[in-house]
């Protein structure tokens, strides 16, 4: 990936101790790390022309680890909402990736394009989503860290690894579950302390494993093939009393203790250890600094969603945080983020520590426990319900009483506009508000917010249906914010309409 150099600070001559806060910033937006989260972010932030800059103690996106192993549906269809899913979908596999508990849940005849997964490791992800951010023009500031802040009532002084300084208006701590950023905010991370500890490792191994799952008195384990030939490793530890950088010989009695052997282990990759601790910062916000992704919530790894939550984070954080920059919408318009956010992560947690009660252990009552709920998500109504929580389509935002559309992520109709068909996410490709008019062509009249706002005159005749909830009545007018989701419904002479319109888009131009 092409590294853009990070504009020159040689344009800031401070004059006097003051000077430093009556000057332009350096970026209008730092975000502190380059992962998934932070890359999606970097990218939302370029398509509203926000001068935003990532700060990454990577030389280049390349990951020894296999990490996150695939986007679930939500996830792919805000990539397709930007034009850029074809992407992914190209190197992926299309796989019925959503679980619960290791039970695998079909969601093929869920109402979405994206009836699936993606196989697909994080290492893929992170390239993809970070040639697009290159080709956004966004600079990074690579093999570098944030060590340190200082915010004040116009921005923030960020602190580099080797002293080097920024100025912004925003930070945002998109840096992982030991995040600086968030312990320097001083953002409580309330929530579980670990219950079990697992080994992960990518290795080589003289003999044949027992690939496959297996459960014991210990916990869950499991031994597979990777791309490159190797065997990835997930193995319970006996004790939680080993922490730090596991070593091979870790990894070897812990096999021993499962499997009775090792398999000839060697020439491991990476060895990795992670655990069942669930917690969840308090606030995602803190005057100008935002926590997103592994900063802002944590958990264990089963299900899938760590990665995905991150994205979907960036999505509804960028598109605010841009208005805010602009000065299009009053600052309160970030504390939305904190109120949609993170209802969002406390349900990921829940269900994340209740998939681990279930696989804990191998004993007789859980093995039952497992099977009962296993046979219950083998039934209809409850598979859909659950594999729309896991693969993250039937997330709403919590906006008041109305049409059940509000809220909801908007379905990708496929729509009749000027004669032509057109899926509607199409519409989403620029990162901007779209106002659609089902009834009168031409009667909707959206002169003052024209600059933030596209009104789209469009035919639909089909079904209008949303995952768990079904069929819902057709709509005359409805507002979709940036990141997909419902901002309001109803008919283009309603009053509200503009109170909607005001409240997302910031208040009316003057004519």
Known sequence: MPVLLPTSRSRRQPQGADARNQMPPDHAVVIAGGGPTGLMLAAELALAD?????????????????????????????????GVAD??????????????????????????????GLALRQTHIERILADWVAELAVPFYRNREVTGFAQDETGVDVTLSGDERLRADYLVGCDGGRSLVRKAADIDFAGTSPTLSNLMAEVEMRETPAFGLRHDALGFHGLSKTESGRVLVVVTE??????????????????????????????????????????????????????????AHIHHSVGGQGLNTG???????????????????????????????????????????????????????????RETVSELLGM?????????????????????EGHALLGQRMPDLELMVEGKKLSLFTLLHGARGVL???????????????????????????????????RVAAADVVLVRPDGHVAWVGDGNHPDLANALTAWFGPPTTQ
């Open 87 to 116: 992407r992914f979908l190209r190197e992926g596999q299309r796989v019925q990736l959503a679980g619960f508990a290791w039970t695998r849940l079909d969601i093929s005849d869920l109402p979405t394009r994206h009836a699936y």
């Open 311 to 369: 994205v979907q984070d960036a999505v509804n954080l960028g598109w605010k945080l841009a208005q805010v920059v602009h000065r299009i919408s009053p600052d309160s318009l970030l504390d939305s983020y904190h109120t949609e956010r993170h209802p969002v992560g406390a349900r990921v947690l829940r269900n994340t520590m209740a998939q681990i009660a279930l696989l804990r252990r191998g004993d007789d009552g859980l093995k039952a426990a």
């Open 436 to 470: 659609l008019n089902f009834g009168e062509r031409g009667g909707i009249d959206n002169a003052r917010w024209t600059n933030r706002v596209d009104v789209v005159d469009a035919g639909y005749d089909g079904a209008w249906e949303l995952p768990v909830i079904g």
């Open 380 to 400: 209809d109504e409850p598979r859909k319900r659950f594999g729309a929580m896991m693969s993250g389509l039937d997330i709403r935002y919590d906006l008041g």
């Open 50 to 82: 926000v001068d935003v800059a990532v700060v990454e103690r990577r030389a280049d996106q390349a990951l020894v680890e296999t990490r996150a192993g695939g986007l679930h549906a939500r996830t792919i269809e805000l990539l397709d909402q930007r």
């Open 238 to 295: 006996a004790t939680l009393a080993r922490t730090g950088e596991p070593s091979l010989r870790d990894l070897s009695e812990a096999l021993v203790a499962v499997y009775g052997t090792d398999f000839g282990l060697q020439n491991p990759a990476w060895i990795s250890r992670f655990t069942d601790a669930a917690r969840q910062a308090t606030t995602y916000r803190k005057g100008r600094v935002l926590l997103a992704g592994d900063a």
